[in-house]
């Protein structure tokens, strides 16, 4: 990087960088203002991106374009869109409880979108994969029937346990506790192991996207710094 010949905003650039990587770098010092600042900094671009996005890509098109140049129908619809979204709006309001019903709407709509999408995207593949881990037919030729044999009882006995462990039906009995059968007690045991196992998994890729960021930042830091030393001296 020459910064005399170089862009100047590029280098404006990987200065902030630079200073917000230090400034949350200032953590491990623990909790100060100039981490505070930068979180506050970051918080602030996330949400003036995600508004811009929001007008850019849902309000202009979908609500202000069809209102002026679209046809009657596409006019209407766009006004019967708009009146939940100004009762949303009453939310920050003390008029607040005006715009529940649009919020019960809002949640119901995403709540069955991501049932939708929990059945189709993971529930059924859940089920053929495990159907298609124990079918002969799809042993692959170049390995061991054994090996996939026991790949796919092991995915069996996963999925099967790990549905019963979330199973909290119980007998009533009267003047005692309402427990689970001991036979889905034991049962669910294996289970949390494999959500042990699972969630460890899970932790061990987030460690590892963390350590790699980490690793990222400070090789940006030393190149940032080793650049500018070496302008430096090449000044002289």
Same mark, same amino acid.
Request: glycine share 10%; hydrophobic share 55%; proline share 3%.
């Given at each position: ?37 930068? #979180?506050? @900094?970051?918080? *602030?671009?996330? %949400? =003036? ?5 929001? &007008?850019?890509?849902? $309000?202009? /098109? ?40 649009? #919020?019960? @709407?809002?949640? *119901?709509?995403? %709540? =069955? ?5 929990? &059945?189709?995207?993971? $529930?059924? /593949? ?56 001991? &036979? ?53």
């Amino acid at each position: 990087m020459n910064i005399a010949t170089g862009n100047l905003l590029d280098f404006i650039g990987l200065a902030l960088g630079f200073l917000l990587t230090i400034l949350i770098f200032s953590y491990f010092l623990g909790d100060n203002p100039f981490f505070r600042l930068a #979180v506050h @900094i970051f918080i *602030g671009v996330s %949400a =003036a991106y995600v508004a811009l996005i929001t &007008i850019n890509n849902v $309000l202009i /098109p979908r609500l202000i374009l069809p209102v002026i140049n679209g046809t009657q129908g596409e006019r209407l619809l766009s006004l019967l869109l708009f009146i939940p979204s100004v009762f949303i709006l009453f939310k920050a309001t003390p008029l607040h409880k005006a715009g529940n019903w649009s #919020v019960a @709407i809002l949640v *119901g709509i995403g %709540a =069955a979108a991501a049932i939708g999408g929990a &059945i189709t995207g993971t $529930l059924f /593949p859940q089920i053929l994969g495990t159907i298609n881990s124990v079918d002969p037919s799809a042993y692959a030729i170049t390995t061991s029937r054994w090996d996939q044999a026991i790949n796919g009882f092991i995915i069996v006995v996963g999925t099967v346990t790990t549905l019963i462990y979330f199973h909290f039906g119980t007998r009533e009995q009267t003047g005692q506790v309402n427990e689970r059968l001991p &036979i889905i007690e034991k049962i669910s045991i294996i289970g949390k192991v494999f959500l042990a196992i699972t969630f460890g998994a899970l932790y061990a890729g987030v460690y590892l996207s963390s350590l790699a960021a980490l690793v990222e930042r400070i090789t940006f830091l030393w190149e940032f710094l080793t650049n500018i030393g070496f302008t430096l001296f090449s000044s002289f």
